[in-house]
């Protein structure tokens, strides 16, 4: 599987940017892909949660995006999408994608999100 993310960018306090992944390969791996989610990683802190969507669509979030952020997927594109608003400069972090089967993790290539006060 091939994960492909975009949408990161420079944004003001209290703006919104929307981050899309897109899913490729194989039709038999997409098939097994049962969970899909973004991660984040700020400079000198571990690379966390920041939510997930299941193929039933069901969603769960960290505690500091919950209310801010949505997580959503087009199954149709193979894509999930990261709608983020009420940004703050602690959501500055390079944001990973990542997709689930039940025998491995895949992640795509990061992309940077920056919050300026």
């Known amino acids: 599987v091939q994960l492909q993310a975009s949408g990161g960018g420079l944004v003001q306090a209290g703006g919104s940017l929307r981050l899309s992944c897109a899913a490729s390969?194989?039709?038999?791996?997409?098939?097994?892909?049962?969970?899909m989610g973004w991660y984040r990683q700020a400079p000198g802190k571990q690379r966390e949660l920041v939510a997930k969507i299941t193929s039933g669509s069901s969603t769960n979030y960290a505690d500091s995006v919950r209310g801010r952020f949505t997580i959503s997927r087009d199954n149709a594109k193979n894509t999930v999408y990261l709608h983020m608003n009420s940004l703050k400069p602690e959501d500055t972090a390079v944001y990973y994608c990542?997709?689930?089967?039940?025998?491995?993790?895949?992640w795509g290539q990061g992309t940077l999100v920056t919050v300026s006060s």
């Open positions: 390969g194989s039709t038999g791996i997409i098939f097994r892909i049962n969970a």
């Open positions: 990542n997709a689930d089967t039940n025998v491995y993790r895949y």
